[in-house]
């Protein structure tokens, strides 16, 4: 059974940061390319940042590049988004995904998400 926990999320001010952590148990961690997600209220899901798992090489959305980060710790089977620099539209659900090939941007290639983690900046 693979299961996806999210953690980390919280309420932080514009101009804050945070650190969310998927940590991941059921299967080889490092054989899976990972991917975050968030949803806002009445929005659709969209893509945020995923981490390769043959090199680690890293895909952002537009509107996070240059103020997150995605990482991974092989060893702990964990994926990491620490995100610097908040602003109200980064509010939402944050899931994590696993994918067995490198297709970042799609949602439909992830095969096992999380329940996700709720981030809420505020003014």
């Known amino acids: 059974q693979v299961q996806l926990v999210e953690s980390g999320g919280g309420l932080v001010q514009a101009g804050g940061s945070l650190r969310l952590s998927c940590a991941s148990s059921?299967?080889?961690?490092?054989?899976?390319?990972m991917g975050w997600f968030r949803q806002a209220p009445g929005k659709e899901r969209e893509f945020v940042a995923a981490?390769?798992?043959?090199?680690?090489?890293?895909d952002y959305a537009d509107s996070v590049k240059g103020r997150f980060t995605i990482s991974r710790d092989n060893a702990e089977n964990t994926v990491y988004l620490q995100m610097n620099t908040l602003n109200l539209e980064d509010t939402g659900v944050y899931h994590c995904a696993s994918q067995r090939h490198w297709i970042p941007w799609d949602p439909d290639a992830y095969d096992y998400w999380g329940q996700g983690t709720q981030v809420t900046v505020s003014s």
């Open positions: 981490i390769s798992w043959t090199n680690g090489y890293t």
């Open positions: 059921g299967r080889t961690f490092s054989s899976y390319s």
